[in-house]
């Protein structure tokens, strides 16, 4: 017979993929990387190239480097650690992630917050203080109403309710189990809840891409491992700068032709990418991984730079046309 709580890797996989992400959209991730590393010790031992490579189309890389930093420390450990205070030291797991696997994987007492938590108490006590300098007292609020026991039962129905029932535009009240006790409703429009500070405007930016072919290769760069994108396999850019100058930053000095712009939104940033593309008939001088075009689909780019690909292969295809 297997344990009644879930899988502490499970758990943490799931918060992990589920951080800025929507549950329909990790839901194939999830299952991708429990089928091939079904447990910590297996996504441990993986190649950290095939991890990146799996997680790519999922966004925010960061949580994929930690992710295979962190599975490498429980393994090395022998497993996870069961309490809070030692969850949180692991790579890439914070508050609400370490408070989430205590709770739901171990049974352990924890205050958990998420998105839905955070709106379900901010109507149910009318918190007038606007998020996010309304964190603590929410947390405070947690709390005092998670029961001493079975603090993951009431977690994980605190997040359903906040999915389901107390939804963010147009709270399902007449369905809501705690509909009595809610301060908000009580005043009539439990939907301005939370409250949130003035959002200040999404910087732009500007950039450029290089598509270079060569005999039907493309040059690929692995980037950086800190930073944007850190870690996984591009295509070569210029500095993502406001102003960006035409050229800068090009892989060789060839004739380049501009094959239109991809834009794509980021956290912090909105982004538009400018195309380059060229044929050169020589590969000294561009450092880089020549990666058949016709299998750019495995390269596992994340999807600016997929896009980016769709664009430069259709180039490639024109470019092949009109040179038959
Ligand atoms: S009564 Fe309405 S606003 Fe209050 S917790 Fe329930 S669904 Fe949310």
């Known amino acids: 017979m297997g344990s009644a709580r879930p899988d502490p890797y499970?758990?943490?996989l799931s918060e992990i993929m589920l951080q800025q992400t929507t549950v329909a959209m990790a839901r194939p991730y999830f299952e991708k990387f429990t089928y091939r590393w079904p447990d910590v010790e297996a996504l441990a031992s993986a190649p950290e190239d095939e991890v990146m490579a799996a997680w790519a189309g999922l966004g925010y890389y960061a949580r994929a480097r930690n992710?295979?930093?962190c599975a490498r420390a429980v393994a090395a450990a022998g497993g996870f650690p069961d309490n809070e205070a030692e969850l949180r030291k692991l790579p890439g797991v914070g508050r609400y992630t370490a408070a989430a696997i205590a709770s739901i994987a171990f049974g352990q007492r924890a205050i958990?917050?998420?998105?839905n938590v955070e709106r379900v108490v901010s109507r149910l006590f009318a918190v007038k203080q606007p998020l996010p300098g309304a964190?603590?007292?929410i947390y405070e609020l947690v709390d005092s109403i998670t029961p001493p026991g079975g603090s993951g039962d009431f977690a994980q129905a605190m997040m359903d309710l906040g999915a389901t029932i107390c939804i963010p535009r147009a709270p399902r009240c007449g369905h809501c189990p705690i509909a009595q006790h809610c301060a908000g409703r009580a005043e009539g429009d439990p939907a301005r809840y939370p409250i949130k500070a003035a959002k200040l405007p999404r910087p732009h930016k500007e950039g450029m891409a290089y598509w270079l072919q060569h005999q039907g290769n493309v040059l690929l760069?692995?980037?950086p491992g800190k930073g944007m994108l850190g870690g996984?396999?591009?295509?070569?850019t210029g500095l993502w700068s406001e102003q960006a100058e035409p050229g800068q930053s090009a892989p060789v000095a060839v004739e380049w032709t501009e094959a239109g712009n991809v834009?794509?939104?980021f956290t912090h940033f909105s982004l538009s990418m400018r195309l380059f593309c060229a044929e050169t008939h020589v590969t000294s001088g561009a450092a880089g991984i020549w990666w058949p075009i016709d299998r750019i689909a495995d390269a596992g780019l994340p999807t600016l730079f997929a896009k980016l690909a769709e664009r430069g292969t259709a180039w490639?295809?024109?470019?092949a046309l009109l040179a038959a």
């Open 112 to 115: 958990v917050v998420d998105a």
């Open 10 to 12: 499970r758990v943490w």
């Open 263 to 265: 834009d794509h939104v």
């Open 221 to 223: 760069v692995r980037r």
């Open 67 to 69: 992710l295979i930093a």
């Open 316 to 319: 490639s295809i024109g470019a």
């Open 232 to 236: 996984m396999l591009a295509l070569p």
């Open 135 to 137: 964190r603590e007292r």
